[in-house]
């Protein structure tokens, strides 16, 4: 039975309806990971390093389709609850359109920067030029895969979450048989790794545009936009908001994951750790030590995370940038300064975690300060 956004949602029904959507994050976040595999196994180390130490500058890059898809989901929901579909797939197709041209100008931004960025970031000699080629390599796909995290969050407003799982699938599916052809058997090494996610990510990106530019089973569709664009409601979509509905029954929701994420990576630590450097003792104990302290984070990251989304979908933006701030800028870059100076490399870890609760508090008091303005 197909579950509508108008319809009202218990907890069975709230997990059938975002479950697909869960399952879309989890194969797009393999792409590093299962990169990460195959290059640390059949390349060595250093390009392993290189894959790992990069990968957060492109997927920073990339979350530009979460901000058109999520703040572009909210704003056509609301306009298909009005009953203008036809305004609807007007503002659909100038989100999918703009994003488009943003995958671009940040695709060249990114050839421009990422030499200079990583020198920065502290990279040099072998893991800066490794870094570099990964990274152009995956930036020649940058356009397709703004618009793959932009079709997470669209297929869900479309009413189609189970078209969005089977299209994210098939492009994890891709990187996966690729990484293991062009790594594993032709041996091109970490370059293999680069062009395996560049062509699934092609995939995740054109399929649903191909989808969306025809009649189609879904609510929406891309169409020839008439007239001057509405700018203003361009600029809505990036400060409104992912989540739509607030209750006990998500925070509840957010509890129980986090507990189960937490469970999950105390026990998984040691095998997904020998996994990747099991042929590196040291290394793997490292790792083991690493992982178990970071899965902590996990008890407390999802409150902050629902809090700012919340907030934003409210058109709460100061607020909700307010946490992302504190959480990512404020709390874990002092914690990172502070904590290795206390407690050593173990301080790293542990400076995660120690942003993740201050995070999570400051969300709960925003949320107990503005239940009375907004009502819920």
């Known amino acids: 039975m197909n579950i509508r956004l108008s319809d009202h949602f218990t907890y069975g029904r709230l997990l059938r309806f975002t479950f697909p959507s869960v399952i879309m994050l989890v194969f797009t976040s393999i792409y590093g990971v ?64 703009t994003s488009i041209i943003c995958g671009v100008v940040l695709a060249v931004f990114g050839f421009v920067c990422i030499r200079p960025v990583a020198s920065l970031m502290g990279a040099e000699g072998r893991l800066l030029s490794d870094s570099v080629r990964y990274g152009w390599i995956v930036l020649l796909a940058l356009p397709f895969y703004v618009l793959q995290f932009e079709f997470q969050c669209l297929f869900a407003t479309a009413e189609k979450p189970k078209l969005g799982l089977y299209v994210t699938v098939a492009s994890g599916v891709t990187n996966i048989v690729l990484d293991a052809l062009f790594v594993a058997v032709f041996h091109w090494g970490m370059e293999g790794a680069a062009a395996a996610t560049a062509f699934s990510q092609f995939v995740g990106g054109v399929v649903p545009l191909v989808y969306f530019g025809r009649n189609n ?115 874990e870059s002092a914690a990172v300064l502070i904590f290795p100076i206390l407690w050593g490399i173990d301080g790293i870890w542990m400076s995660i975690v120690a942003a993740e609760i201050l995070a999570a508090g400051v969300t709960f008091l925003f949320l107990a300060g503005k239940k009375k303005r907004y009502g819920y």
Do not use: H
């Open 217 to 331: 089973g879904s609510l929406l569709r891309l169409v020839r936009l008439r007239g001057r664009p509405d700018t203003r409601a361009l600029v809505r979509t990036c400060t409104n908001g992912s989540s739509e509905l607030m209750s006990n029954i998500s925070m509840s929701l957010v509890g129980v994951s986090a507990v189960l994420m937490f469970a999950a990576g105390q026990l998984l630590a040691g095998p997904l750790s020998y996994l990747f450097v099991g042929y590196d003792p040291g290394l793997t104990a490292l790792t083991v030590r690493g992982f178990r302290f970071f899965s902590c984070s996990f008890l407390c990251s999802g409150f902050a995370i629902f809090g700012s989304s919340f907030f934003t979908a409210l058109g709460d933006g100061l607020t909700s940038a307010l946490i992302s701030f504190l959480r990512t800028l404020v709390f």
């Open 34 to 97: 299962v990169d990460g595999f195959f290059v640390s196994n059949f390349a060595g180390k250093t390009p392993f390093a290189a894959v790992n130490f990069i990968m957060p500058l492109l997927m920073i890059l990339g979350c530009a389709g979460f901000m058109f898809g999520t703040g572009g989901g909210a704003l056509i929901a609301k306009t298909l609850g009005e009953g203008k579909r036809e305004k609807a797939n007007e503002l659909f197709s100038l989100i999918v359109y």
